[in-house]
């Protein structure tokens, strides 16, 4: 295995950068100190939650911890800039800089450096580059990939050989981005959002889980609610969920409410079983979500309901499931 992290669980900080919302100061450092509490070591951030509000809470919430005693991941493939901007998308609540996409070797060094100075840390351990992928870029996203391979890549590459960092992959929501990289460069995971889930699932079980497992590379999960639909919101794939996957979404939570499970319990152990994920990182703005998502994590779910997702073609039955009551 290429790393581990200290639980399989961690925490997602992008709703602590005001994702679609504006959070409290108050409210995000407590977040964050109540998974501190609660054990969770591993955490996950990004200069574009924000515009670098969420890793700048998670340095003030982490700033008297040992720095050995935790994991941090944060990204690159963008810039904030002094330059300032009014908002739009899912982070308007978030600082009005402006963030520039910046895939090249000194670009990412730029942002690692600045990452750090918001971090207020001395090193981070997993580098993911950003969003090199067809959701952020389109019919061009190859060529921008192929500027994130040729860029990023090789300082992130060069930073891990010299153990500037531990390991380094690609943050993204797409699966062939993923396969893409490991036919190109020599990732050591991967953070996939939204790809490995009760919703969908199909694309990662088939091409980039196999590939994984032989690599030796590691997943951690992103997303495993879906941006909310799992959880009872109204979001999917960060933005208003359409009626189909809200027909799904009901189907999925009729058999759960049959057998008396939460549908946030499979769904995060549904994420959380393949052999090549390290761990899953739901987010979440309120301290008392902690607890439960870690009570999630360990909900006996009994085989009958796994076979009845399968029944209904709702979970392939090619994917592995979790220990079952």
Known sequence: MRFELPGKMGLGTAPLGNMFEEVPDT?????????????????????????????????????DEPRGTY???????????????????????GRTN????????????????ESLERLNMD??????IHDCAAD????HWEEVHDQAMNGAARALTRLREEGVIRAWGLGVNRVEACTRALERADPDGFLLAGRYSLLDHEGALDTLLPECDHRGARLVIGGAYNSGILAGG????????SDEVRERTRRLRDICERFGVDIRAVALQFSAAPRAVAAVIPGTTRPERIAENQALMTTAIPNALWQTLWNEGLVSMDAPIPGAA
């Open 27 to 63: 409210r995000a450092i407590e977040t964050l100190r109540t998974a501190w509490d609660a054990g969770i070591r591993y955490f996950d951030t990004a200069p574009q939650y924000g515009a670098g509000l969420s890793e700048m809470r998670l340095g003030e919430a982490l700033a």
């Open 234 to 241: 109204d979001h999917y794939d960060y933005k208003k969920a």
């Open 123 to 128: 090193r981070i351990d997993i580098a993911w």
């Open 136 to 139: 952020a870029h389109g019919e």
């Open 98 to 113: 402006k963030v520039a996409y910046d895939y090249s070797e000194s670009g990412t060094l730029r942002s690692i450096e």
């Open 71 to 93: 994991v941090v991941s944060t990204k690159v493939g963008r810039l904030i800039l002094d330059e300032q901007e009014p908002k739009q998308g899912i982070f308007a609540h």
